[in-house]
C-alpha cells in the first residue's frame, strides 16, 4: 500500500511554496542575508510548529519567509521543493506564491517571480514536471493593495496563470475583492481562493458566486451547508483539501474525524495537497499516507484523488489525458499484483 502511494502519479493543486521553507534552509538563508532569527538552533524552531489556528501559524509563517530577499532565495527554496517533487512522484504542480510578503519588506516583484520561474523551468528541463504559478493576494490587507499588486506583476504576466486568496480568512471574506478577481478574469487569468478552511460555508458560496473561482482550496466546511454540499458536486467544483494541514491548525480534531473520504464517496472533486508542508509535518506523499491510514482508504480511493487533480488542473487536455492513463494503468497493475 505505502508503495502504490509512492509510485502514484501525484499532481499537487495547494502549495504555498514559502510554506515549503525547511528550517535548515531557513537558517542558511538568514545567516546569507544577515537576518537575525528569534531561535537558537534548527531543533527550536521546529519545536514552534505547535499551532491553535491559522493565525498562530501565520504569524510563524510571515516570520519565517522574511529571510527570504534575492532572487537566488527564491530560486533556492523554489528547487528545494522541485526536489521534493521528483522524488515523491509529483508530475505536476501548481504553486502559490505571496508577493505581498516580499514587496512589503523592498524586495523586487521580478526577483520574487523569475526567481520561481526559473527554477520551475529548470525542474521541467531536468525532471519533465510540469508547474504552473498562482500569484495570492493577503486577504488581511485592502483590495486597492491586491490591485497594486496584480498591477505590478503583469510585466511578467506570461509566468504565471491564476490568482488566489490567501492569509487570515475569518473577517475578511471573498467579496471584498470583488474588483480585483473582475480584473483577473477579463485579462484571462484562473481564479482560485481559500474559503471554508477556517471561515463559514457561507464563504465558499461567495468564492464561487462572486469571484467566479475555478477551485476552492480546502471548503471543508462545505458540509456546514446542504445545499452548498450539492451544489459543488453537480458543478465539480474541485476542492483542494489540505489533510495534515488541517490537523495542525485545529480544523479537525483528529483526521479520523476529516471529511474528505465521505465527500469523496458522495461524488465531490476533492483532491489531496500539502499547503505549507515544512510547517504541518509532510509533503503530498505523508498527506495521502494520513487519510490512507486514517480513514482507511483503499488504493482505487486513493487513485481516484489523484484523478480528481488532474481534472482539476489547468494543465493541457493532452497532459490529463497521459497523466489518468497512468493512474489507472497502475491501478490494474497493483490489483493484478498486489504489494
Ligand atoms: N497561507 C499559507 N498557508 C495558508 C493557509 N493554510 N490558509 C490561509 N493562508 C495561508
Ligand atoms: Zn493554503
Redesign the pocket.
Known sequence: MEHFIHVLPKVELHL?IE?TLEPELMFELAERNQIPLPYDSVESLRNAYEFDD?QSF?DL?YQGAAVLLTRQDFYDLTWAYMKRCQDQHVVHTEIFFDPQSHTSRGVAMEDVIIGIHDALQQAEQEFGITSHLILCFLRHLSEEDALATLNAALPYRSMFIGVGL??S?KGHPPEKFARVFDKARSLGFKRVA?AG?EGPAAYIRTAVDVLGVDRVDHGVRCTEDDNLVDDLIASRMPLTVCPL?NIKLKVFSDIKEHNIRSLLHQGACVTVNS??PAYFGGYIEENFKAVQDGLGMTNEELARLSLNAVEASFMTMERKAMISRNIIFLLHACQIRPD
Do not use: I, K, R
Request: glycine share 8%.
Open positions: 504555498h510554506g491559522l501565520l509563517y490567501d492569509s480568512e481559500h478552511e494541514s499547503d505549507d
